[in-house]
């Protein structure tokens, strides 16, 4: 019989996501927060063009993706790197800092892809529980030990939509030691409206054991293309570069990236339908008497408790795909106009 790491006894085997059809043969993906758009026809060509040319390896430097992103937010280039979708990025984090006893901390209930990445990478989790669906920076920088390596603070916060804000994350940095990386979660970055919510980078400008964690899944609509980058000093973005997979970040992805970023006017277009969008979705459910969040990303998040999976069986039944976490609550991503209504009408027929 093979041996396995014991770790791998304590976590979940993957699940996939079930694609839901009501009664009429409808169905909306409500559940993994992308972009309801297709992708622009500029980004599609840029990719048939790259078809042409894959019997050959991928840059494994991503060399001109590095130096487009490297002028795009005005960084110096060794302070980028890439990562086949950000959650892999997360996971070289990890691998980079793991090592037995090493602590990594996050909020709870957060990106659900923390705790299994540091169950792999063999480090303790921390997990600080939030306080009205919102990162507890005071408990989280209370719960710092000499152990603690990383710290995810994950802003605007997966599944809950909720912020923190410049004052308060300032004042978070302050008190953590200069030892422990900070990666700052910024996926749904696009779509913050909140001017008192920081770019992450200003921290990162200001302190060398910040770095920013960006993808392409979500506002530039390439989930199915697997690219994410963090931004950090050297030598965070060098160890991140250490631990990447060799030749992870494929040639379409890196030829779709360096298209989307000429192309960002009109993504950017696109991420302001979609808010638009949430605040309708948001006024609506409160309207019905439903308690909201503020969401500042691409999905509303709703705390049902033990109804959780009811609800999310209604929605199923309408052809709407939510993402239900038992005896938690449900996060509905924003889709188009159409799905939106759907939804909206399985949520009042859910509160009747
Ligand atoms: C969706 C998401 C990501 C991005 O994942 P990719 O691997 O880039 O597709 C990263 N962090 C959070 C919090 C997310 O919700």
């Known amino acids: 019989m093979p041996r396995f790491r014991a770790i791998l006894d304590t976590m979940p085997a993957y699940k996939p996501g079930k694609t839901v059809v009501s009664a009429e043969g409808r169905s909306f993906k409500l559940s993994s927060n992308e972009s309801p758009y297709e992708p622009l026809p500029s980004v599609v060509e ?93 408990a989280m920088a209370d719960a710092v030990t000499p152990e603690t390596r990383l710290i995810f603070v994950c802003n605007p916060n997966n599944p809950t939509g909720t ?10 940095l302050d008190r953590v030691p200069e030892n422990v990386l900070v990666v700052l979660d910024e996926a749904y970055r696009e779509y913050v409206r909140d001017v008192d919510v920081p770019d992450g980078l200003t921290f990162y400008r200001e302190r060398p054991n910040v770095a920013v964690l960006r993808t392409f899944s979500k506002a530039y609509g390439l989930a199915g293309l697997r690219v994410g980058y963090l931004i950090g000093h050297a030598p965070v973005a060098a160890a991140v570069r250490k631990t990447l997979l060799p030749f992870a970040v494929n040639h379409l992805a890196q030829t779709a990236a360096l298209a989307s970023l000429d192309a960002e006017d009109e993504l950017l277009e696109r991420v302001e339908s979609v808010v638009k969008e949430r605040t309708r979705v948001r006024e609506t459910l409160i309207a019905q008497g439903w308690t909201v969040p503020p969401t500042e990303a691409n999905f509303v998040w709703l705390r049902l408790g033990d109804r959780t ?44």
Not at 163 to 172: D, K, M, P
């Open 46 to 138: 840029a990719i048939a063009k790259a078809a042409t040319q894959i019997n050959r390896y991928p840059d494994p430097g991503s060399v001109k993706l590095t130096e487009a992103l490297a002028a795009r937010f005005g960084v110096p280039y060794d302070h980028v790197a890439l990562g086949g979708g950000s959650v892999a990025v997360a996971q070289q984090v990890l691998e980079a800092v793991g090592e037995p006893g090493a602590e990594v901390m996050y909020a709870w209930r957060s990106f659900e892809a923390y705790p299994t990445l540091a169950s792999l990478a063999g480090v303790v989790s921390v997990e600080v529980p939030l306080v009205d669906e919102t990162h507890d920076l005071d």
């Open 163 to 172: 912020v923190n804000r410049s004052a308060e994350l300032r004042g978070f």
């Open 309 to 352: 999976m009811e609800f999310a069986d209604l929605c199923a039944e309408s052809g709407v795909a939510v993402r239900p976490f038992a005896g938690e609550g449900a996060r509905i991503s924003i889709g188009d106009v159409e799905a939106n209504d759907t939804f909206l009408a399985a949520a009042e027929a859910f509160r009747r």
